[in-house]
């Protein structure tokens, strides 16, 4: 892909801001988190260029984005787990599934996935780039793509079970 | 949505369908216009901003006084532990301690650093004021530090002698920066990696608790168990072989009043003034490193340092023969910052013992953000190496 050259940060930023805090939200769904993570993202990003030339800013940044993304959504998960386990056992019965919460509910399940699959899982489908694309980004083969897409739909599904019956 | 959405059946065929109706519904999430355009606004202001690791830690001056040479090249590197120490020292409380701190107007506190050449800690009296304006206070040597870190005037209470350090061009003015710097570890998250237990700290019940921010950066916060006052604050994870060990922050007091006049960067009446000049031009982490072991060699007859962490060991180089080396000292003072955010298995330094005679070794190995090896050798150039290629233990 065509990548920037000379490095010229105001293009750069210009070219790449609404990709990088499109991934951040859509992973995390909170506008603040997802603000601060872009800034992170775009400060990792300017020291990574500081140490050599960047190859793909585009896989970089997209690589970034995820990644720090989910490991916000990680920890965040770890320090919420019981608060929100209290709140879904506490839900009505037959409660309709709106569309908001069928968000939260996916992000808090991809929270708790395996870190790659999560980041495959949220290029694939947040992302909606083909395996191809999501393995350049995640520097992984094509094949681990496919094998961590595959086993985190499984988890998620099995997790929508559970989740469809305690509501 | 973005303009992706005619693949989307393509992607998703084979979800579930209620899977595939949550995918939708994140998907289907207005994008805030606003915050893209903070984002971009943020990072624009990047370019001129000067990070922790970009913060110029020296200025040239008028080297009349040997204090003056001193001070100023112990502010080069010391202003990178300014950098790693005096932030987290004003906000490196938890939960109530960091909404109390939060909320404090300005406030005082001593902190202790310890080093390893020394049993007792060097003691600096720290003073932050509300607009994010900082004095640290050691040994008779007195800094004025403005909201974004920087020093802006020295002061030699012995000597009556003043340094005026002019801001930096294109540096922003961040009077929230510290609120928002305590916002940042606030959102970390509500509980910390580890609980530490309860201990006594002057005469106080305190509970302990370990945040872990980077990957080798942990802070230990202690808080009143009754009153959840911030009562201590360690700060570890310095960087290898560097002659600190640790930083205890301790003896907050918050909402203090102090005189304004404590935080001006106008010389004192009865001191007399000279003017730091400028600075030289920041380099990369990799670039640095390798201008300082170049600089150190060349003042050492080819020998290596010891450590590139021990600022004694290079305070010696940097004024030897009473020349103050300001170029030198901006090179070293930008690899600290970058070393204590990293991970110690994730670099090292091997170039003690060693001299440039032509034979080419790696003397420093860091893993880059891009998790690639890079070696500097001790022909001072650079490569990717291999796992395989990394110097034995």
């Not at chain 2, 003073?127 to 004025?144: F, N």
């Amino acid at each position: 892909m065509a990548e920037e050259d000379p490095p010229d940060w105001p293009k750069i930023v210009e070219r790449h801001a609404e990709r990088v805090f499109r991934i951040t939200y859509r992973i995390l769904g909170s506008v603040h988190d997802a603000e601060d993570v872009s800034q992170l993202v775009f400060i990792e990003a300017k020291r990574v260029q500081e140490a050599g030339p960047i190859q793909s800013w585009s896989g970089l940044f997209a690589r970034l984005a995820t990644t720090r993304a989910i490991d916000l959504l990680r920890r965040r998960r770890q320090s919420v787990e019981l608060d929100e386990a209290h709140c879904v056992s506490n839900l009505e019965p037959h409660h309709h599934v709106v569309a908001a919460e069928l968000a939260a509910w996916l992000r808090s399940a991809a929270a708790q996935l395996p870190e790659q699959q999560a980041a495959v899982f949220s290029l694939s489908h947040f992302e909606q780039l083909d395996r191809n694309e999501v393995a350049a980004i995640l520097l992984i083969s094509v094949e681990a793509v496919s094998t961590a897409l595959y086993k985190a739909r499984g988890r998620l599904q099995e997790q929508l079970k559970s989740f469809n019956g305690v509501r | 949505m973005n303009d992706k959405n005619s693949t989307f059946t393509a992607n998703h065929d084979d979800l579930e369908p209620q899977l595939e109706s949550a995918v939708w519904a994140v998907l289907s999430e207005p994008l805030p216009a606003d915050a893209i355009a903070r984002v971009k606004s943020n990072a624009l202001a990047l370019k001129e901003e000067p990070g922790p690791r970009n913060r110029p830690s020296t200025r040239n001056r008028s080297w009349s006084r040997p204090w003056m040479q001193v001070a100023s090249l112990a502010a080069c590197v010391l202003l990178v532990l300014g950098a790693t120490i005096l932030l987290p020292s004003s906000s490196s409380a938890f939960a109530q301690a960091i909404e109390k701190l939060r909320t404090t107007g300005a406030f005082r506190y001593k902190e202790l650093i310890y080093l390893t050449t020394q049993e007792k800690p060097v003691e600096v009296q720290v003073a932050a004021s509300e607009d994010g304006r900082a004095r640290r206070a050691m040994l008779g040597l007195v800094s004025i530090h403005d909201s974004t870190g920087q020093v802006r005037l020295s002061l030699n209470e012995a000597t009556k002698s003043a340094t005026v350090h002019p801001p930096m061009e294109g540096t922003p003015v961040e009077p929230e920066r510290q609120i928002k710097w305590l916002e940042r570890l606030k959102s970390y998250g509500k509980k910390p990696d580890k609980e530490l237990g309860s201990m006594k700290i002057d005469g106080r019940d305190c509970l302990g608790f370990e945040v872990k921010p980077g990957a080798s950066v942990v802070y230990a916060v202690w808080v009143d168990a009754e009153t959840s006052d911030l009562v201590q604050v360690e700060f570890m994870g310095m960087p290898k072989g560097s002659s600190v060990t640790k930083s205890v922050m301790t003896s907050f007091e918050f909402n203090a009043t102090f005189d304004p006049m404590l935080f001006s960067f106008d010389v004192p009446q009865g001191y007399q003034s000279s003017t730091a000049a400028k600075l030289p031009e920041l380099l990369p982490f990799e670039e640095s490193m390798v201008e300082a072991l170049k600089g150190y060699t060349e003042l050492s007859d080819g020998k290596f340092p010891k450590s590139i962490t021990d600022s004694a060991e290079w305070m010696t180089i940097l004024s030897k023969d009473g020349i103050p080396r300001i170029t030198l000292a901006a090179r070293l003072g930008t690899l600290t910052p970058y070393l204590t955010g990293m991970s110690h298995d994730d670099y090292d330094y091997t170039g003690a013992g060693k001299i440039v005679d032509g034979r080419r070794s790696i003397v420093f190995w860091y893993r880059n953000p891009e998790k690639q090896l890079r070696a500097v050798y001790s022909d001072f150039t650079v490569a990717t190496i291999a796992e395989v290629d990394l110097p034995k233990k």
